[in-house]
């Protein structure tokens, strides 16, 4: 039995089209183990989505093609696994949290009978006893007075409390791992924190492994332990969060944290349009948009994963890190993107704000 709960290597999802094949995710590598929490981090089309579906094997094939040197859950072939296996993971092995929560909650039915419904789905148990564990659960979730609050409808909690009852029936299947698909996009900045602070705990305390999907590269550091970067359907860059996000070497990654807020310098936007999935460019995928794209970026494929450092399984696919290409990776720009301990520039947010409020020079 190995120690991983997600064991994926070199994942390959296509999609028949119209227009041609779509490669929607193309060699990637994945492993999820207890108590872990792993991101997939990308701009819009990246392949995330795709990603977490072909693992579950919940996109319809065809027009979907998955194929991979393996794909394992718990040690247990999902490749060539019969649907029935496919649906007794799904509903016991592997849960799902969704991105909006309104829609997933029923408005006639109170938060107990949720949770309730999602516990007897599982398992074999009585009303009473799950009524109780509906509380338990809520309670494991961060709900306050739960006993009380559980009588209410979905309509009189706020986004983030709907989006712990989401977690809550997720965890009523007491499931190994937890994938959730950018589950906080429809939550304020200080809820969104809040609710992936919970994945972490969760994590933690009931040893599941979450696969997180986020476009918030920000978010990543506080709650992933590792990060993978996807781009194009390929992986940009992949390592422990905090070695990703302090140490960016994909001129991507530093793209997107350059394009997040609050980093001390001005945000700044990655230029350019992600690849037509059908028509993607040679090369690197990224070398149309990239600032510091040299000739050896252009041709080929997709440069292959360069070890970084052993330890915290650092690996990013660009050139400059190819010693047989003639770059240094020490003249890469970063665009601004590498963490910087000079906030004296006076275009910060918070200096902003202040001249707001106070009105001081
Ligand atoms: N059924 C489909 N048929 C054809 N192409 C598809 C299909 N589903 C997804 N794709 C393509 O696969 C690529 C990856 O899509 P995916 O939904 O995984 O992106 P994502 O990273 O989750 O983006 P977002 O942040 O917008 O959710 C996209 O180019 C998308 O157009
Ligand atoms: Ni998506």
Known sequence: MSDELLDVRNLRTTFGTRDGTVHAVDGLDLSVSPGETVCLVGESGSGKTVTCESITRLLAEPPARVEADRLRFDGEDLLDAPESS???????????????????????????????????????????????????LLAEVGIPNPRERCAEYPHQFSGGMRQRVLIAMALAADPDVLIADEPTTALDVTTEAAIL??????????????????????????????????????????????????????????GLLASLPGRGDEMRPIEGEPPDPADPPSGCRFHPRCPDAVDACRGGDQPPLHELGRAEGRRVSCVYYDDSVNADPASLDGGGATPSADSSSSGTPASAADDAVGGEP
């Open 197 to 254: 602070d919970l994945f972490a705990d969760l994590a933690a305390e009931l040893d599941v492994g979450v696969l997180l999907v986020t476009h918030d590269l920000g978010v990543v550091y506080e709650v992933a332990d590792r990060v993978i970067v996807l781009y194009g359907g390929k992986v940009m860059e992949t390592g422990s969060a905090a070695s990703v996000f302090e140490n960016p070497t994909h001129p991507y990654t530093r």
């Open 86 to 136: 496919l649906r007794e993971v799904r509903g016991d092995g592997i849960a799902y949290v969704f991105q909006n929560p309104q829609n997933a909650l029923d408005p006639v039915y109170t938060v107990r009978a949720h949770v309730v419904e999602a516990l007897r789905a599982h398992r074999d148990v009585g009303r009473e006893r799950a009524r109780e564990r509906a509380v338990e």
